[in-house]
């Protein structure tokens, strides 16, 4: 691979998009790249937007990914995807987990929560979405959602499905290892 590929992870303080990012970059280093990762709004109490830049390639020199260049987009939230698409390249997955977390604009009333967004995004981009809460929900652990909407993202990236499910354990907590592989092949394997 000659040129640098570029993933952003957006959602909100608390949904573990820091754990994901961690994976992420476990992957990639795994598979022998040069890999940047640059957390640009991180707001760590709940409810704030927290947006993770993931560069890798032979060589990567800054982290920060620009507007109209990610390859892939994880969205943890619809309002988010909307938020940061325009970050997509043309041909790139736009990786949305089906579920609405009000922000505090909407929960004051100072703002309404956009109806569609799935849809809408649908027009533009390359859409793939699932209902990850309720998928984790299925498997006895809600806190597992991430790793499903990972899975279906590495559905768009080319790294063995053994190389993941070893960073994964290498990654989460000793307790969490099975349910958290469990979660991340439910996303590898969504149509």
């Known amino acids: 691979m000659s040129e640098t590929k570029n993933i952003m992870i957006v959602g ?7 754990l994901t990012s961690r994976i992420l970059g476990g992957i990639i280093l795994t598979a022998g790249y040069d890999v940047k990762l ?32 990610a390859d892939v ?12 698409a325009h970050y997509l390249k043309p041909d790139g997955a736009l990786i949305i987990n089906d579920q609405r977390m009000d ?12 109806e569609n967004i799935i849809e809408n995004l649908s027009k533009t981009y390359k859409v793939y979405s699932i209902d990850a ?17 990972l899975g279906l993202a590495a559905q768009h990236m080319d790294f063995a499905k053994e190389d993941w499910l070893k960073v994964i354990e290498n990654t ?20």
């Open 12 to 18: 909100v303080g608390g949904q573990g998009t820091l």
């Open 38 to 69: 640059s957390e640009v709004h991180g707001m760590a109490q709940r409810g704030g937007s927290v947006v993770t830049f993931v560069r890798y390639g032979e060589k990567v020199s800054e982290p920060i990914v620009e507007e109209g260049q």
């Open 73 to 84: 987009l994880i969205a943890f939230e619809r309002l988010e995807a909307l938020r940061y």
């Open 103 to 114: 922000p505090i604009t909407v929960v004051t009333g100072a703002a309404e929560y956009p």
């Open 133 to 149: 809460s309720a998928e984790a929900i299925k498997l006895g652990n809600a806190r597992v959602f991430n790793n499903i909407i």
């Open 172 to 191: 989460v907590p000793p307790k969490t290892i099975e349910i958290n592989q469990k979660a991340f092949l439910v996303g590898l394997e969504y149509k």
